[in-house]
């Protein structure tokens, strides 16, 4: 499988607070890869890494194929940058904006650029910095779209905006990507939105990759168990791997397991040792991605008490 | 792309350039217009006209230096300020070399500083041949439009590399010099009381000779900035 | 007739655009050689991977509903009535099959349920007899 983007053994450290260390990481050509994780999970360094706007301290990073950061400036004409906060010069015009952009982009296409600019309802005469968040948010995706990027590296780009831009923004990417085979990379916290169009998931947590699966796989794999005579059940030896165990108490009948690489076979291997198996509950992938830090969390804890 | 730099610097620059352009015109005309006067004045001793003009020139001639350190000093401050706006992020995202964008910004400014002194130059060249002057004194507009740019030049070159660094070092900088010029040479005083060698230092003197005498990097400040000369 | 795709449930997504055709043609509502949403289209119209569209539509094509006519888009195929029927047969039984699995949650038995199912039927004869839309 052709990688668009690699990470291997990334590092890279600010200070005492903060670190990311050996960050592997694969984002496979053609996929749709959402990265998930909390507010200063390092989302956004590890897109500056990639952007080769911080450099790291160690690992490789390739991205399209070129290393980074020796072959920027020159990847970068392929690729589509949207970042967390907005970053145009906020006295141009929508017009000189383009211009502006388009100079420095071999690739860029003026026809499709005026068509997205019908699409996303932007005039060319309005001024960047009398723009609402949303509009401001529509052009720089016009921006990134219009220089026609085999990689769209998006960070958090519709957070924020309302659900009718959000709709309008995301239809347009994923009608460039039906036409193109271009790759995206796209970090939110909007796990609900991610879910309906990625097929790649990588949740990172604490500088760290927790896991990077198919999202089928992900929400697949992911159950809440409700059981009956689990109580004194052990869970270790088991083929999936436990992520939250709730007792059984008064309200609750049932003691509940949350799992992960749960498969229908291991109803039985629990059966089999006298347990109930009372339902099998699927979670979505915000469910999913919540109980899974949780438990990578706890487990962090327990290794740093010992 | 350079056209597209050069656009964005002057729609950064060019409120503040305004007065600048202003003063570049007017300047040297004013320094023109005076010689109206002195001649007017004393036009039976011609010899102390000529006296009167060239005081004249020496006295306009202090404006001219200082001009030329505003004036390269806003269009090396104007480079950045855009870019500072958002952290430097548009730019970092662009694929292009850093050298190469701020080489391109530098040859962008360079072109203000030409403009500039351009404006100079005509409101220099008017001036001297508006200007009543009497025998044995000429007006050298062409010399000093010259010394203009390289010094308005200088001032911009050195503006540009302290304001493309972070807002952080920029300021230490700039405060760093502000506390020198004010409060340096009082606390060298005030350190002489307790060893005299500290007090014998003159900041004056040094930062004098260190700059500006034996072609040190602001002796373009200084020279002849006179408009009309023998 | 795409209404309501639920990326959170656990039925993949291609698999519940592709269910959406099948009953579409199972029930009369779309007939032979009418031409389904391009990919593209579908794509951004339901803000899905355009991946999965393609995936739905090849299932489709290779369950016999549509058939890919190169350059022109998906049409849909001309099912033999006997096809047609299969499905719907397929869809009642999955109705029946998770409407019992609820029932069991809540406590009722098969019967309770067979009851219930024919006293609504005979209610709505006589008030229903447009084809649902």
Redesign the interface.
Known sequence: MIHAIEFDDVTWRAGNDFSIEKLTLRVPQGSIYGFLGPNGAGKSTTIRLMMGMMKPEGGDIRMLGESVPRALPRVLQRVGYVPERPHLFSRLTVKEAIDVHASFHHRWDALWATELLERLDLRPDQQIRRMSKGQTGKLMMLLALAVRPHLLILDEPTDGLDPVIRRDVMTTVLDYVAETDATIFISSHLVHELERFCDWVGVIDRGALITEVPVQEFKRGIKRLRLLNARGIPANGTPFSLLDRIPANGIRSCEEWVVHGWEGPHRALLEEAGVTVQEVVDLDLEEGFVELLKSVRIQNSREDDR | MSMQMLKLHWRAARWPMLPVLVAAFGLPLMAGWSTWEASGAADSLEATSAWSVIDGAAIWGLGFPVLAAIAGAVIGLCAWTWDHRHDHIYALSLPIARWKYVAIKFGGGTILVAATTGVFALGAGLSSLLADLPVGIRGYPGNLSIHFFVATQTAFALLFALASGTMRTATIFIGAVFALVIAGQPTLDLLGGFWAPIGAIDLGQLAHSLLIENDGPLSIFSGNWMLFDV | MFDGID????T??YEQIASRVRVAVASGQVSAGEALPS???L???????????VQAYRELAADGFVEKRHGQGTFIRDLPVMKREEERRRRAIEIARSALAEGA?LGLSGEELLDAVANEVRAHEGASTEVPS
């Open positions: 990326p959170r449930s656990p993949p997504l990919v593209r289209s794509a951004g119209e339901l803000r899905v991977n355009p991946a999965t569209v949650r």
